[in-house]
């Protein structure tokens, strides 16, 4: 059974992995992605590492309580990681805030396997970006997996189960998710620098600023992004329905009738 998944799930994993992948053939390379290293203070740097040690630690809770329930479900979360770690390769520098704009795809992780396995797929897909790639950095880790993997996941999360219960396809939703994920992000991204870097400055007129440095990036990929996450969706929805169901996305009355 666990073979046939993988089978099945191999040529779904490569419908997504070359939706993810085509803008990167155009992508320039080695930007300081996220908040790069040596930005934050060490004070603020320890702060944002501690809020974030019990959403890692509910993550580890949580996966293991879904690999228990089906461990045909892990492959798919190390297929989710590869999609995020990709996805967040994307960099479009941000010369005046100190950091990149970016998509996320913590979105479309929160939808299929939850917010708090996404904090998980977050951390991961940024220590390696800071160990191999340079981008972001070790002393900002905490920050940026809060900022993308709490923030970001929550807000898709909460966004695609609003929109659900509304009444909108899993395209709409989708799209509302992963829009809103990436502005989410962006958002506490800019709380975290501002309060970082501030000094004996007023927070909110540098908050102001770094917000207006983000926008003209940030608008048109928070869209992309929505764009991307609504087109995995109902990918999966179409050539998978029933991992859907699995993971408690769609119920069995909408599955389709191929399915």
Known sequence: MLRGVLKKGGRVGFGLMTLVALPLLSATPAFAMHISEGILPFHWAAF????????????????????????????????????????????IPVPTAGTCSHPCGTGVAAILVGPLVSVLIAAVSLLIQALFL??????????NTFSMG?????????????ARRLGGSLAVAGFVAGLLADWATYAATALILSLGIRGEASFTPLFVKV???????????GILEGVITAGMVTLLYRKRPDLLVKMRVITEKELPAHA
């Open 48 to 91: 944002w590492y501690l809020v974030l040690a019990p959403f890692v630690a509910l993550g580890v809770r949580r996966l293991n309580a879904i690999s228990r329930e089906d461990l045909s479900l892990k492959p798919l979360v190390g297929l989710l990681a590869a999609v995020v770690f990709i996805i967040s390769c994307m960099p």
């Open 134 to 143: 340079a981008h972001g950095g070790l002393s900002t880790l905490g920050a």
């Open 211 to 221: 917000v207006l440095a983000f926008l003209p990036t940030q608008l048109p990929l």
């Open 150 to 162: 709490v923030v970001g996941s929550f807000a898709g999360w909460l966004a695609f189960r609003g």
